[in-house]
T-cell receptor, first 112, second 112 residues
Framework: NAGVTQTPKFQVLKTGQSMTLQCAQD?????MSWYRQDPGMGLRLIHY???????DQGEVPNGYNVSRSTTEDFPLRLLSAAPSQTSVYFC???????????FGEGSRLTVL | AQSVTQPDIHITVSEGASLELRCNYS??????LFWYVQSPGQGLQLLLK????DTLVQGIKGFEAEFKRSQSSFNLRKPSVHWSDAAEYFC??????????WGAGTKLIIKP
């Protein structure tokens, strides 16, 4: 069972570069979300989606874009990376809102 | 604003000893409460959840938690820890159907 798959697992960027973190789930979950995890701060919600074509902002959306063209995929885009975006990013999905989240294994991003 | 506090950054427990991890929340309405576990280098996994009803909830891996409204607490317990329980534990509160507020986490260290 694949569950929630995130790629890449590791990425190093230079300031100003752009990239996309991919997230795919095979559980037919309507709800998908992106979090960033920083030491001592727990998880912070970046963006979420409650279904194809519907996205909304979370707690820390600045500098990130998302789209949801299919139920399965929810990519996170960094248009112009900044060192403050160095973090571990997690994608999570659920069949019922933010109730029982299934997490990917994370993507560690370093911005130099 | 809603908040979740996990007072202990680290806890060290001997293998076979009992465990209690503390979680306090600030939330106006009846909360949805969760405990997640994160093993090193992995994503998070749901341990247990409280929505309503019986205030003592059972989870996976032998964990339980008790909701105490008067103390605004949702502490996680296990009667006898195993070396495989070494991980980071996160408490979360459902702010809405689509957003969770997370504690900063408690890292559990098991002494042999």
């Amino acid at each position: 069972n694949a569950g929630v798959t995130q790629t890449p697992k590791f990425q190093v960027l230079k300031t100003g570069q752009s990239m996309t973190l991919q997230c795919a789930q095979d559980m037919n979950h309507e709800y998908m979300s992106w979090y960033r995890q920083d030491p001592g701060m727990g998880l912070r919600l970046i963006h979420y989606s409650v279904g194809a074509g519907i996205t909304d902002q979370g707690e820390v959306p600045n500098g990130y874009n998302v789209s949801r063209s299919t139920t399965e995929d929810f990519p996170l885009r960094l248009l112009s990376a900044a060192p403050s975006q160095t973090s571990v990013y997690f994608c999570a999905s659920s069949y019922s809102g933010a109730r029982e989240l299934f997490f990917g294994e994370g993507s560690r991003l370093t911005v130099l | 604003a809603q908040s979740v506090t996990q007072p202990d950054i680290h806890i060290t427990v001997s293998e076979g000893a009992s465990l209690e991890l503390r979680c306090n929340y600030s939330y106006g309405a009846t909360p949805y409460l969760f405990w997640y576990v994160q093993s090193p280098g992995q994503g998070l996994q749901l341990l247990l959840k409280y929505f309503s009803g019986d205030t003592l909830v059972q989870g996976i891996k032998g964990f339980e938690a008790e909701f105490k409204r008067s103390q605004s607490s949702f502490n996680l317990r296990k009667p006898s820890v195993h070396w495989s329980d070494a991980a980071e534990y996160f408490c979360a509160v459902g702010e809405s159907n689509y957003q969770l507020i997370w504690g900063a986490g408690t890292k559990l260290i098991i002494k042999p």
